[in-house]
């Protein structure tokens, strides 16, 4: 099936594929519900042009993910398998793997191929610093890049939101991409109708979070959520009055 892309997803797609000529490691930046699922599966189905012996690994962190990741490749793609404990599945002889990081980490040695291209959705997950599950994996495949083709294993990241409150951005010097190579410019998206127009309804009650304890620049979860809790039938009272018409909600919560 061909993909009919926007011309912000094309573009962040050309981005991706010149960075990955130039063996560079770099976020593509595209705002909640832009179809950032699209891209990727436009970069997979490009990687595997190259040839039957491309494989490819779309990386993400919960298996809500990876199912969603794996149910848009698979309208474009011929052969996408899961691999997520989760799920159940550990599904590894396919041309492109959805994969939770989780379980994929520290199995390399049990994947029959190397991968020809990583893409980390949700790429702000890589720490900065400290070595973890992604940095582990991408070693490994690193490892075994440089072994057969002299280099390490080409990496694309997206993300809406391309930073961690405790150390900054996830590209530039000392980090894991090395630039962003692409940012949709969220007004012009509202604009064009791609994206909905956000409008704020000033709430009645307010929770008072004085006295809930701050822990590596954020409130202590467990804390902050009884603050809400109490508040919760009036806010979904407000909720059911101002947007009852709508047909699609999200909610964003604190516990």
């Known amino acids: ?5 926007r011309w912000y997803q094309k573009e962040a797609v050309e981005a991706a594929q010149d960075a990955l000529k130039n063996k560079e490691r770099g976020v593509i930046v595209l ?13 997979s189905q490009w ?8 494989r490819v690994c779309v990386l993400t962190h919960t298996k809500e993910l990876v199912e969603q990741n794996a149910q848009t490749l698979s309208r ?26 989780q379980s994929i980490s520290g199995k390399s040695d049990q994947i029959p191929h190397r991968f020809s291209l990583i893409i980390v959705d949700e790429c702000h997950r890589i720490p900065a610093k400290e070595k973890g599950l992604y940095h582990r994996f991408l070693e490994e495949q690193d490892l ?3 072994q057969e083709r002299g280099h390490g294993v080409p990496v694309i990241g997206l993300s809406a939101t391309p930073f961690r409150l405790q150390s900054g951005k996830v590209y530039g010097k000392d980090r894991f991409f090395e630039k962003l190579i692409y940012e949709a410019p969220i007004r012009k998206l509202v604009e064009e ?11 009645q009650d307010q929770p008072d979070l004085t006295g809930v304890r701050i822990q590596n620049r954020e409130y202590v979860a467990g804390e902050l959520e ?12 407000s909720m059911v009055e101002k947007a009852g018409d709508r047909r699609h909600w999200v909610v964003f919560c604190c516990g």
Do not use: N
């Not at 011929?78 to 990081?101: D, F």
């Open 1 to 5: 099936m061909v993909m009919d892309l």
């Open 31 to 43: 705002p909640t519900g832009s179809g950032k699922s699209v891209v990727l599966a436009e970069l």
């Open 47 to 54: 990687a595997c042009t190259f040839g039957e012996h491309v």
């Open 76 to 101: 474009f793609l011929p052969s996408v398998g899961r691999y997520c404990a989760g799920l159940r599945k550990k599904e590894l002889h396919h041309s492109v793997i959805s994969a939770s990081i």
């Open 144 to 146: 075994r890049c440089m």
């Open 193 to 203: 109708g791609f994206l909905s127009d956000l409008v704020s309804y000033a709430k």
């Open 226 to 237: 009884d603050r809400f809790v109490p508040l919760v039938p009036t806010h979904c009272s």
